[in-house]
């Protein structure tokens, strides 16, 4: 080159290149350098060419520079100083024949002409993956990149009619993969380099992602008042609620734009080996799908692009059934039939009529009461099937009702009125208590609404409202009114006791006077059963001659209560003087000494079995013994039980009131 400044290129020994490639020129700047307005042209022109015009050679753009020489190694703004610049240009692809071609580099400031530098040029060939085959074009992932179905398998083609063929997946050659062909199994970043002579292209990269969709099931429970979720991990697969209600269960929905989803709901069900199976449900190929019927459940979906199946986890449905049932009234042991009418203090009873057979019922009686303005409410400790209801629980008249739970379903069964019949009244009259003498009677009855009345007491009973009563005792009156309810009221009735006392009988001679003396009340009135004469018959202390031998005398005594009482006495005259035995078989003698002989007064044979009395008495005429219901036995002692003197006593035996035997009887001790 002429003048001081050069521009030298190194020529590369058998320089070949394939369009496309990178070619990097090692250019010498003389001293003292380029101006700093100067520009390069980098000429190529096929075949052996003397000289360079821009006009008849392609212009090559200068896609890199960078400074070697001089310091500092590496400055890549430097390309007008003098040293040794690397530039790099591109083989042009618009080559298509295959030739030799020189390449010279011209400067503008100064203007100076390289050397020239030849090279052969190859045409590349043109690699693309011309096909996939089975894969779609994923627009889930939201990139440019091909999908494939989990489990599926693509086929990629490349161009044809190359020399050889390396395919890598993320810029590693797959072993054995040498053909026009590719059959992926896997996500990645698959390429493919051809070669055609001396040329290997790489085509661009085609990224493949396996497509795993996942179906999931959600619920809408928006309405639902009786869903229980029973079980709820990672996923929500099982539910419970009342048979009243419907659940949605709910698929997924598409992701990314131009993406579509088809739906098929499965139920599983059992064949005829026992085998689970999933059974299609006629209908079913939307997102939503309501049911009702327990059962496990599960969604099939297609996910378009690419068609990609998946099933859903199962979803298991309980769906409660409403109890069948309803409370009735059950008679007790005693009754002939149930009545929802009770009489105060009576009860009655209520019961479902049907009960859980897995006993996960569970109960709760509420009651309205007042029935007119109340409202209902729950009965504290009533969680039973049955209820007894009393004026106990509630005074009054009142509904009944049972709410039963059935784990998921609550239901109410209709009410029972049980109806409280108020008691009838009842009263005594003329009041609750009354005093009698002895003999008397008097009328008692009863007042109030009762439809009947009955009359009860220790002695007797008496159906109606009045009647006249006498006996002493408690009179117990039961009113009975609607429904058979019953009230009571009761009358004391007592006797006044009057105890009259005429005092003891009296044996006395013939002439004398007997001393009365009466006691137990407020007025006496003395009388006799024979003719007698008396000093004031009204004094219970007055004075009486008898005139026959045997006189019973009464006296009567009215008390402070206006009640009458009689006593009666005997008096007896007696004379041992004209005492003439009159019994032959009679012993007149007795020897109490212990010794087994006559030691007893024996009249057995005279009493027999008559009902008499017995009185000795000393010759003075008192009284030293007497026994009533006497027989036989008098072994000589007085009342008090002391032994008496020896000596004659006087017997008098009396026999149903009247003197059957007298005599004298003498007792020899010693």
Not at 36 to 56: E, R, W
Not at 94 to 111: D, E, G, K, M, Q
Not at 126 to 147: A, H, Q, R
Not at 162 to 177: E, F, P, R
Request: glycine share 8%.
């Amino acid at each position: 080159m002429s003048g001081a400044q050069t521009l030298d290129l190194v020529q590369a020994p058998n320089l070949s290149k394939c369009t496309g490639d990178s070619l990097r020129l090692t250019m010498t700047i003389g001293a003292p350098g380029m101006a700093v307005s100067n520009d390069y042209f980098v000429l190529l022109a096929p075949g052996m060419k003397a000289a360079f015009t821009q006009a008849s050679s392609d212009t090559l753009e200068i896609v890199k520079w960078q400074s070697i020489t001089p310091a500092p190694t590496g400055t890549v703004a430097d390309s007008i100083s003098a040293g040794v610049k690397y530039a790099w240009v591109v083989i042009p692809v618009t080559i298509t024949t295959n030739n030799f071609y020189s390449l010279a580099v011209r400067s503008t400031s100064p203007i100076l002409w390289s050397d020239t530098i030849q090279m052969t040029v190859n045409v590349s060939p043109e690699v693309t993956i011309d096909s996939i085959i089975g894969g779609f074009e994923n627009l889930y992932s939201g990139g440019p990149d091909w999908g494939m179905c989990d489990g599926d398998t693509i086929v990629l083609y490349a161009s044809k009619g190359l020399d050889s063929y390396v395919w890598t997946n993320g810029g590693s050659a797959i072993a054995g993969a040498s053909w026009d062909s590719l059959l992926v199994f896997a996500s990645g970043t698959y390429g493919v380099t051809g070669s055609s002579g001396n040329c290997d292209v790489m085509s661009v990269d085609t990224i493949i992602n396996i497509f795993s969709p996942q179906t999931t099931i959600t619920h809408v429970a928006t309405g639902m008042f009786s869903l229980t979720v029973l079980d709820k991990d990672s996923q929500v697969d099982s539910l419970a609620f009342c048979e009243t209600e419907s659940i949605t269960l709910r698929g997924p929905s598409t992701f990314a734009p131009g993406t579509s989803l088809a739906y098929q709901w499965v139920k599983d069900s059992i064949d005829q080996f026992g085998q689970t199976l999933k059974v299609t449900i006629n209908g079913a190929t939307n997102r939503d799908f309501t049911t009702n019927s327990s059962g496990l459940y599960s969604l099939v979906t297609s996910w378009f692009p690419g068609g990609c199946p998946d099933t859903s986890y199962s979803v298991e449905l309980f769906v409660d059934t409403v109890p069948d049932t309803f409370i009735e009234n059950i008679m007790w042991s005693w009754q002939s039939a149930a009545s929802l009418d009770i009489c105060p203090g009576d009860s009655t009873l209520l019961r479902s009529n049907a009960t859980s057979l897995t006993n996960d019922w569970t109960f709760q009686w509420e009651v309205k009461y007042p029935i007119s303005t109340g409202t209902w409410q729950a009965i504290p400790g009533e969680d039973q099937s049955d209820l007894i209801v009393d004026t106990a629980l509630f005074l009054g008249s009142g509904q009944y009702r049972l709410v039963i739970n059935s784990e998921s379903c609550d239901f109410t069964t209709a009410p029972l009125q049980v109806n409280v019949i108020p008691l009838p009244t009842v009263n005594v009259a003329p009041k609750d208590s009354l005093a009698l003498c002895a003999g008397d009677s008097v009328l008692i009855g009863a007042t109030g609404n009762g439809l009947s009345y009955q009359w009860t007491w220790s002695t007797g009973s008496y159906s109606g409202i009045s009647f006249y009563a006498k006996d002493p005792g408690t009179y117990v009156v039961e009113a009975t009114g609607p429904n058979n309810c019953s009230s009571f009221d009761t009358l004391q009735i007592t006797q006044i006791v009057v105890t009259p006392n005429a005092g003891p009988d009296q044996v006395i001679m013939p002439g004398d006077v007997v001393q009365l003396n009466a006691t137990g009340g407020l007025q006496y009135y003395w009388y006799a059963d024979k003719p007698a004469y008396f000093s004031d018959p009204y004094n219970p202390s007055a004075q009486t001659r008898p005139t026959q031998d045997t006189t019973w005398y009464y006296v009567e005594v009215r008390s402070a209560l206006g009640c009458f009482g009689i006593d009666s006495m005997m008096v007896v005259q007696f004379n041992p003087a004209t005492l003439l035995p009159n019994i032959t078989n009679v012993m007149n003698v007795i020897t109490p000494n212990g010794d087994g002989f006559n030691d007893v007064f024996d009249m057995s044979e005279v009493v027999q079995s008559d009902s008499c009395d017995i009185v000795i008495l000393d010759r003075w005429g008192s009284k030293v013994y007497d026994q009533d219901r006497y027989i036989s036995g008098w072994d000589g002692r007085n009342t008090g039980g002391d032994p008496l003197p020896d000596g004659t006593y006087y017997y008098l035996l009396l026999c149903d009131g009247e003197p059957r035997y007298r005599g004298a009887i003498t007792v020899i001790r010693n």
